[in-house]
C-alpha cells in the first residue's frame, strides 16, 4: 500500500512542476514591478500639497463670488416658487435642504462655482468660471495619487511581495501536496485493509470482516468481500458437515452389514427354538424366545435406520407449495399429538419452493414430532414461514425445556438413541436432506422458551430459467 500512497504522491508532484514554476515567474515579476514604486513618498508628498493648494483656491473663489455678488457686481438668475416645476435638479434639492446658502461646482469638469441663496420666496444663484482650473479633475487626479501611493505603502515594497510569493507557494503547491498525501492515506488504508482480510481468508480464516464504510468503487468492493466471506464461510460450515457426515455413512454402512449378519442367524435360530420347544420347561424358553425375538427385532429397525442414512436418495426437486405441506404435516401429526396445541404464522405471499417433496415432507415431519415431544402435553408448538433474499425461512418453535449446551454443540451429530421412540439420527438425516435440497437446518432462539430450528430452502423464483 505504501507503494501506491507513493505512486499518487510522485503524481502531484510532477502535475504541480508547472504551476510552481509559473509562480516562481509571477512572483519574481511582482518583486520587479515592486522596485517601480521607489518614488510612492514622493508622489503621496506631491499629491497632499496639490489637495492643500486647491481647497486654498476653492476657498477664495467662493469669498469672491459671495463678495461680487452682495456687492450687486453680478446678475443673479432667479428661481420663483411659482415656477417650481422648470427647476433644475440642483435649485430643487437646495430648495428642499432648508439651507439659507450654498456653493457647489458645476460641469463641466467642476469648472464654474455657483452660489445659491434663499430670498423671499425664490431662489437665487450666482455663478463665476474657474478656467483654466476643472475642480473635480483635479480632486480625482489627487484622488488617485493618494490611492497609488497608498497602495504601493501598504505592500511595503520588498516585504509585501515576498509573504505574497510564500502565499502563492503555500496555495499552489504545498496545500495541494497536503491534500494528496490525505487522500492517498485515505484510499489506501482500506485497500490495505482488503488485501490483510484477502491473506487471513486464503489462510483459512473465513471469520474476517471489514468494518469500514464507504460510498465509492473502494467500499462496493469492501461490502463484496464480506459478503464473499460470509458465503465462504456457510459454505465451509456445510462442505465440513457433509464431510463428516460421508465418514459416518460409510461406518454407518459396516455398521448395519456387520449387524445384519449377525441378526439374522440369530433370529432364525430362535424362530427354530422356539418351534422345536418340549413340553418341559416350555413356558420358559418361549418367553426367553420371545424376548430375544423382540430385541433382535428392535436391533433390526436400527439397522433399517442406519441404512437408511447411509443411503444416497435421488434428489428430485420440483416447484412446492409449502404453506399446503405444513398445513398437512401439521394436520397428520396433530392427530398423534392431540394434546398439544399447533400454530401456523405464514406470510400471506409465500412464493414456491424449489426442492424435493419427500426430502421436505420428511424434515418437516423430524422437526414437528421433535417440537411435540418437547413441548408434552399442554404444550405449544410454532411453525412460522416467510421469503428473504431469494429463499423461504420456516422455523419450528416448541414451549419445551430447550438444549442443554452440550446438546447444542452435538445437535446434527448422528448418535445411536436406545429409546423406543427414535433411533439418534432424525436431525442428523434431515439436515442431509436440507443440504441435498440446496438450503440447511440451523439452531434459532426459540420464541416459544423452547428450542427453535430454521429451514431455509431455495425459492423457484430464484432458479434460473431452462433456456439460460
Known amino acids: 500500500m505504501a507503494r501506491l500512497r507513493n505512486q499518487l504522491i510522485v503524481l502531484l508532484l510532477a502535475a504541480t512542476l508547472l504551476p510552481l514554476a ?51 457686481r453680478l446678475a443673479p438668475q432667479r428661481y420663483r416658487a411659482s415656477e417650481r416645476a422648470g427647476w433644475p435638479e440642483a435649485v430643487l434639492e437646495f430648495w428642499d435642504s432648508a439651507q439659507p446658502e450654498r456653493f457647489r461646482t458645476a460641469s463641466p469638469k467642476g469648472s464654474r462655482l455657483e452660489y445659491m441663496q434663499r430670498h423671499a420666496g425664490e431662489v437665487l444663484v450666482w455663478s463665476s468660471s474657474l478656467e483654466p482650473v476643472a475642480m473635480e479633475e483635479i480632486a480625482e487626479q489627487i484622488r488617485q495619487a493618494r490611492r497609488t501611493a497608498e497602495a504601493a505603502s501598504a505592500r511595503g515594497l520588498r516585504r509585501g511581495f515576498t509573504l505574497l510569493f510564500l502565499l502563492l507557494v503555500l496555495t499552489t503547491w504545498a496545500a495541494p501536496l497536503a491534500l494528496l498525501v490525505y487522500f492517498a492515506t485515505r484510499v489506501s488504508r482500506p485497500i490495505h485493509a482488503l488485501t490483510e482480510a484477502l491473506t487471513q481468508v486464503a489462510s483459512g480464516r473465513q471469520g474476517v470482516r471489514i468494518g469500514i464504510e464507504r460510498r465509492d468503487e473502494v467500499g462496493q468492493a469492501i461490502r463484496a468481500f464480506n459478503h464473499m466471506a460470509e458465503e465462504l464461510e456457510q459454505q465451509r460450515s ?22 445384519k449378519n449377525s441378526l439374522t442367524p440369530i433370529r432364525l435360530t430362535m424362530e427354530e427354538l422356539l418351534a422345536r420347544q418340549d413340553q418341559a420347561g416350555g413356558e420358559f424358553t418361549r418367553q426367553a424366545a420371545e424376548i430375544v425375538a423382540e430385541e433382535v427385532a428392535a436391533l433390526e429397525r436400527r439397522v433399517r435406520a442406519f441404512s437408511q442414512f447411509a443411503a444416497e436418495p435421488p434428489v428430485r426437486p420440483e416447484a412446492l407449495d409449502l404453506r399446503a405441506i405444513v398445513e398437512e404435516r401439521v394436520r397428520l401429526l396433530s392427530n398423534g399429538h392431540p394434546e398439544v396445541s399447533y400454530e401456523l404464522r405464514l406470510a400471506g405471499e409465500l412464493p414456491p419452493a424449489w426442492a424435493d417433496p419427500d426430502l421436505v415432507r420428511g424434515i418437516l415431519t423430524n422437526l414437528l414430532e421433535n ?59 434431515a439436515r442431509k436432506s436440507a443440504l441435498l435440497c440446496g438450503g440447511d437446518i440451523l439452531l434459532v432462539e426459540g420464541e416459544l422458551g423452547g428450542a427453535g430450528f430454521r429451514v431455509v430452502l431455495p425459492s423457484h423464483v430464484s432458479q434460473p430459467s431452462p433456456d439460460r
Open 371 to 429: 417440537a411435540a415431544e418437547a413441548a408434552g402435553p399442554g404444550g405449544r408448538v410454532l411453525v412460522t414461514g416467510k421469503p428473504a433474499d431469494g429463499k423461504i425461512i420456516l422455523e419450528v418453535h416448541d414451549s419445551g425445556p430447550g438444549l442443554s449446551e452440550h446438546a447444542r454443540q452435538t445437535l446434527f451429530e448422528p448418535t445411536i438413541s436406545f429409546k423406543k421412540t427414535g433411533m439418534g439420527l432424525g436431525l442428523s438425516i
Open 238 to 259: 456445510r462442505l465440513v458437515y457433509l464431510t463428516q457426515l460421508a465418514s459416518w455413512q460409510t461406518l454407518a454402512r459396516k455398521m448395519a452389514h456387520e449387524l
Open 22 to 72: 509559473a509562480t516562481v515567474w509571477w512572483a519574481a515579476s511582482l518583486l520587479e514591478l515592486s522596485l517601480r514604486y521607489s518614488a510612492a513618498a514622493d508622489l503621496d508628498a506631491t499629491s497632499r500639497t496639490l489637495e492643500r493648494v486647491g481647497r486654498e483656491f476653492y476657498q477664495r473663489s467662493r469669498e469672491s463670488l459671495k463678495s461680487d455678488a452682495v456687492a450687486g
